[in-house]
């Protein structure tokens, strides 16, 4: 391993050279990657300058009149910016709750099956929903939850009511949203943490079992320990897109009557930007919208490592 | 993203672009709707007149919405196919799905790179309209491309001022080729109707008021158990069924603005706007309404008639053709009567309904600013409004499509029975333009023919006074686009939403105070001011 760490005493000029001489084939295969990045995950970035303008297609970027924050005040002013912070955050809460926990639980319930064919075929069966095309899973909710649709019966008959379409109902959005995105995703997102439960050594079972722990201690005990650095990594990477809820899935399902619990910023966005041609404030409301993303991710990295240890940097 | 769903048949695509049409702008002077013929001969003004086919090398690129999806692409169409034959200029087409039409149009002016030519509603289709689109550079203003290389249209627009007067902007910019109808059902083609044979046997005469609606209403759902007694489209807008004036017309006031007596007013603040929503809500909880009317798009629409759930609905007549010919295969008595728009008292005429004006700038070709063949595109486009181009669009090639007998032409076996086993709006789809709006004058005869006419299906019942209140195509300044899109924004939505809230019954009838209130907070003030502002200046036009 002698040269692989040259000299602290050289320059980081000097350092550099020698490195990428020694490890030009490496670099060379990163520079895809890079190009990659530069090209679609920061160059974009640029256009983001259009958030302080009234952009104008016609005359660009650089011709277009300033705006400076005129845009962000009028959306914080706006009559719709409570509505849209709350239902964005709540519907983000609630699939951090419910939807971040499924696939744990279903890789628990898995890895405890004992007969390995049972479980590839349950597992298969579970993440298959992952691979049908979200234009079909949502017209599939909706004829589900349709008055007279198979949910809506079942609803009906638990609850009561009078059958209307759930879809109808701002007080049941959250829940059919949150459902969906369960079934859709929890088998595929299972797969990451069986693959870390594979890491658990057998011996630590074994030892367990003959110390006498049930099964339910040897999770408590075996099971949830070692998969709590996948969940804390899993949790902050969720963390950074958490105000991005799936507004592809709530522009397919909402309508107007629901607006008040289904309406969040990124459909807001779609509005303003596709539909009213409102470039610039839509990517003013975009780019608060991240800005909140970005603070969370921080923040839930920060408390990660000073809690565990564990952190993305 | 609205589900990608493709159009059934192309009987569903005429309706459907006739209704669009329908949303664009109607009327203000009836006078306005006077029948027109093609263009002129006998005033030949300009002296650059173009000899077809044009010898050109370029290709000349152009944006629209996929006139039919029964080739799976334009240029297989014979008529688009002919059409760059005829007038000799290579055309490659950039179609867009119909329901992307909005976001597509949006990336493409955000993209800055703009086809030559762009078939569009530069109207309602972006904010601001044509004024603010000629000034942010998007697209030519054509006046002098029209003097000089557009002998046709010039023609067709001197001898109709009338029209002229809707094409232009309030500063006289020509714009756009226009989509120009000759009046009759190219301008009048929606309204409600019943299943005649179910009022038959109930024996209950065709209904004209609110009450006598209920009346039927409840007959239906009691009597033949229709499960939705009245179904009503609500897609793509929420409450899309009545915005051309359908039972809420019976209130005296429309869904958005319009004019009395030259004052503009929007309807939501009239106290027969909460009235309209009491009753409304009052029919939703009797069951008469489609219990899941906001979701009903047109495939939930059949489902409902075809299927004997709804005995009533709103909707172009070439949509009943197209549902009793369905009803037919299992029950030949089944058929629907026309009814009138609804009124509060008997022997009122109604307020609003469906009548379009003569230009309602859907499916109108604009030139882009950045195009490097101007003249050619206008050339191209001009086409259209010749005397053989009239023919053409509408009628197709002489000797395949139709055959002139006694100077009149006459549909072929082609279109009338045709060998493919295509219904002949299909086969119309193929061979001319017709059944879909675009830059051409529509011919009042030819779609006067297509529809099945007569005691039960008689259009003149729809007539109503529409085109005296509605608002013209007028044009909100470029100064005041983007403020005004803002406010009507946020209106629209809380309108809505209330709205539909208190039909349904998630809301008392109370909420309609609150939102009369919240709309000033809104500032729907400011709105109208912009609104009769654009309006007086259109009077002065």
């Known amino acids: ?313 | 993203m609205p589900s990608i769903r493709p159009v059934a048949t192309l009987s569903v695509l005429l309706v459907a672009t006739l209704a669009a049409a329908g949303c664009a702008g109607p009327d203000v002077s009836s006078d306005i709707n006077h029948p027109a013929s093609p263009a002129n001969t006998d005033n030949k003004t300009t002296k650059t007149e173009t000899s077809y086919p044009i010898v050109t090398e370029s290709t000349l690129t152009y944006w629209l919405q996929t006139p039919t999806t029964l080739k799976p692409s334009i240029n297989e169409v014979p008529f688009f196919q002919e059409w760059q034959q005829r007038v000799g200029v290579p055309v490659s087409f950039v179609e867009v799905s119909p329901t992307q039409a909005k976001e597509s149009f949006s990336v493409m002016l955000a993209s800055g790179q703009l086809p030559d030519i762009i078939e569009y509603n530069w109207q309602s289709g972006l904010p601001g309209g044509p004024e603010k689109a000629l000034q942010d550079g998007y697209i030519l203003r054509l006046n002098e491309l029209i003097d000089e290389h557009a002998p046709n249209l010039k023609r067709y627009l001197a001898a109709h001022p009338e029209i002229d007067k809707l094409v232009k902007t309030d500063n006289g910019d020509y714009y756009v080729f226009p989509f120009l109808k000759e009046g009759g059902m190219t301008t009048q083609w929606e309204g409600p109707a019943l299943r005649k044979d179910w009022l038959a046997e109930l024996n209950l005469s065709v209904p004209t008021t609110i009450d006598e609606w209920h009346t039927v209403l409840t007959a239906f759902k009691e009597e033949k158990n229709a499960s939705a007694p009245l179904t009503i489209l609500n897609a793509p807008n929420a409450l899309q069924g009545f915005l051309n004036g359908a039972f809420i017309g019976a209130y005296g006031i429309n869904r958005g603005f319009y004019i009395d007596e030259q004052q503009v007013q929007f309807g939501p603040l009239q106290p027969g706007y909460r009235q309209f929503l009491e009753t409304m809500s009052q029919w939703y909880k009797e069951g008469l309404i489609d219990s899941s009317f906001t979701q009903t798009d047109r495939k939930a629409q059949d489902a409902n008639i075809v299927g004997g759930n709804s005995g009533a609905t709103i909707a172009s007549g070439a949509g009943f053709d197209k549902w009793t010919h369905a009803l037919a295969e299992h029950d030949s008595t089944a058929g629907f009567v026309f009814a009138p728009y609804p009124v509060l008292t008997p022997g009122e005429t109604p307020k609003f309904g469906q009548e379009a004006w003569m230009y309602g700038a859907e499916a109108s070709a604009a030139i882009s600013a950045s195009t490097k063949h101007p003249e050619l595109a206008v050339q191209l486009l001009d086409y259209a409004y010749s005397e053989e181009g009239y023919l053409f669009f509408n009628y197709g090639t002489e000797g395949l499509s139709y055959t002139l007998e006694n100077g009149e032409p006459a549909l072929t076996e082609l279109i009338r029975n045709n060998p493919d086993n295509l219904s002949y709006l299909e086969a119309l789809g193929l061979y001319t333009h017709t059944v879909n709006p675009g830059p051409y004058v529509a011919s009042k005869a030819l779609i006067g023919s297509l529809a099945a006419t007569g005691e039960d299906h008689n259009y003149d019942r729809w007539k109503t006074d529409n085109l005296k209140h509605v608002l013209p195509p007028v044009s909100i300044s470029a100064e005041e686009a983007s403020e005004y899109a803002r406010i009507m924004a946020d209106i629209n939505t809380l309108v809505d939403e209330t709205s539909l809230k208190i039909i349904l019954g998630t809301e008392t009838i109370q909420a309609y105070d609150e939102l009369a209130e919240m709309l000033d907070v809104l500032q729907i003030g400011r709105a109208l001011e912009i609104q009769q502002a654009a309006y007086d200046r259109f009077l002065e036009r």
């Open chain 1, 1 to 313: 391993m002698k040269g692989m760490f040259p000299a602290a005493g050289s320059s980081l000029k000097a350092r550099l050279t020698k490195d990428f001489k020694r490890h030009k084939w490496l670099y060379l295969m990163a520079l895809p990657v890079i190009a990659y990045y530069a090209v679609f995950q920061y160059s974009p970035l640029f256009g983001a300058v259009i958030a302080f303008q009234h952009y104008t297609p016609m005359k660009g970027v650089w011709g277009s009149d300033w705006a400076g924050l005129e845009h962000f005040r009028t959306f914080i002013g706006s009559y719709y910016f409570w509505r849209l912070v709350r239902n964005t955050i709540l519907l983000s809460l609630y699939a951090l709750l419910f939807e971040f926990t499924a696939p744990i639980l279903l890789a628990l319930l898995l890895h405890e099956v004992r007969s390995r064919t049972m479980r590839t075929v349950a597992q298969t069966i579970a993440y298959m929903p992952y691979f049908v095309s979200l234009i079909v899973v949502c017209g599939i909710v909706k004829e589900l939850t349709r008055s007279g649709g198979p949910l809506n019966l079942v609803v009906l008959n638990l609850f009561g009511g009078e059958g209307q379409d759930l879809l109808q109902q701002p007080e049941m959005f959250r829940g059919i949203y949150v459902m969906s995105e369960i079934w859709q995703r929890a088998g595929w997102e299972a797969i990451i943490y069986l693959a870390a439960l594979t890491t658990i050594h057998p011996h630590q079972y074994e030892a367990a079992r003959i110390d006498g722990a049930s099964r339910w201690r040897q999770i408590r005990s075996i099971t949830l320990p070692g998969l709590l650095p996948t969940i804390t990594i899993m949790l902050i990477l969720r963390l950074g897109y958490m105000m991005d809820v799936g507004y592809e899935k709530i522009l397919l399902l909402y309508n107007p009557v629901i607006y008040e619990t289904a309406d969040v910023i990124s459909t807001f966005v779609y509005r303003k930007g596709l539909l009213d041609n409102d470039w610039s404030f839509s990517s003013a409301i975009g780019l608060f919208n991240s800005a909140i993303n970005l603070v969370l991710l921080v923040t839930a990295n920060y408390i990660s490592r000073r809690i565990n240890g564990n952190s993305l940097w």
